[in-house]
């Protein structure tokens, strides 16, 4: 995650200019022997480039890597805001979650952290009036969606790099601040996956562990999510986020009757994914209700199709 420190530095490159290590010190108060280390951090992220001046001086300036964009975006819109003393890496998590109004109880558990401590990474942001309070609920107030766009930038960075030491070719599919849904494009990436900690397939290749084998005309996904399990309806929603065509969706069906996932179980995990529409029309055909719709947010099989499926798998 971007330390306070790194986005001070960034704060004060993002008009453009190059600056020594002494002329950052000045300006962000940090030492230059702790700066050293930070912009090598920027550095090896792809967030700043250096050239070597006489001397060997060091000049750094930042790159156009979308994280200093989003950062640019926030100060050209909300410039008023001192955002490199505001923010912090516990408030970008947490605003990862105010899209909408959440409870401040279903982002700790989100998170694995406290109440209290989602109330503290809030505190800057009921300070200064940017929380739109909504009963027990917070989002962020109309306005602050730059914010909301940096955070996310920021968290996607994170992942990226954790991904693409171990796996160059890995692009993230879908994340959030704990959690990260991944493809790879090489057989080499997808073994280097495969036996490195805290990495899992998922989607269609996780479908082998519940007695349904697909073949897979390319490399499986793989979810990232230390000391949690990869529950089955974890894996309806990995399948659907990477491809919704009528197959996939199909294949859903078919995992859905095959351990018969109960629909709001499978709701309340499709929530975090903006699936809940289409796990929703996922189960009218499931008891029984074939009819097309128009509303529908996915192209549903037929009864015969899904029958001939259930059949070829012997799910029944």
Not at 283 to 310: C, H, I, M, W
Request: aromatic share 8%.
């Amino acid at each position: 995650m971007l330390t306070k420190v790194g986005l001070a530095v960034i704060d004060v490159l993002s008009t453009g200019r190059e600056a020594t290590t002494a002329e950052l010190a000045t300006e962000t108060e940090y030492s230059q022997a702790h700066l050293y280390d930070v912009l090598d951090e920027l550095l090896e992220a792809g967030l700043l480039v250096e050239v070597r001046g006489p001397n060997n001086l060091r000049r750094v300036s930042v790159t156009d890597h979308p994280v200093v964009e989003a950062y640019r975006s926030l100060r050209s819109e909300l410039g008023h805001v001192e955002w490199a003393d505001l923010l912090s890496p516990a408030l970008l998590r947490v605003c990862w979650y105010l899209d909408e109004p959440r409870r401040v109880s279903e982002i700790a558990e989100r998170l694995g952290v406290t109440r209290q401590g989602v109330h503290k990474a809030l505190s800057p942001l009921k300070h200064r009036a940017m929380l739109s309070p909504s009963g027990p609920e917070y989002a962020l107030t109309d306005g602050l969606s730059p914010l909301l766009a940096f955070a996310r930038a920021v968290v996607r960075h994170e992942h990226r790099s954790r991904v693409r030491a171990v796996a160059p070719s890995a692009t993230v599919e879908w994340c959030d601040p704990k959690r990260a849904l991944v493809r790879v494009q090489t057989a080499e990436d997808t073994d280097a996956l495969q036996t490195a900690p805290d990495w899992q397939p998922t989607g269609l290749g996780r479908f082998e562990a519940y007695g349904l084998q697909f073949f897979l005309a390319g490399e499986p996904a793989f979810w990232y999510a230390p000391d949690e399990e990869l529950t089955p309806t974890d894996v309806v929603c990995h399948t659907l986020v990477l491809d919704s065509g009528s197959r996939r969706v199909s294949y859903a069906m078919l995992l859905i009757e095959q351990l018969d996932i109960d629909q709001e179980t499978l709701i309340e995990t499709a929530t975090w994914y903006n699936l809940e529409s289409t796990v929703g029309a996922l189960y009218r055909p499931l008891r029984g209700d074939f009819n097309a719709s128009d509303d529908s947010p996915v192209v549903l099989p037929s009864e015969a199709e899904f029958t001939a499926l259930k059949e070829q798998y012997g799910v029944s």
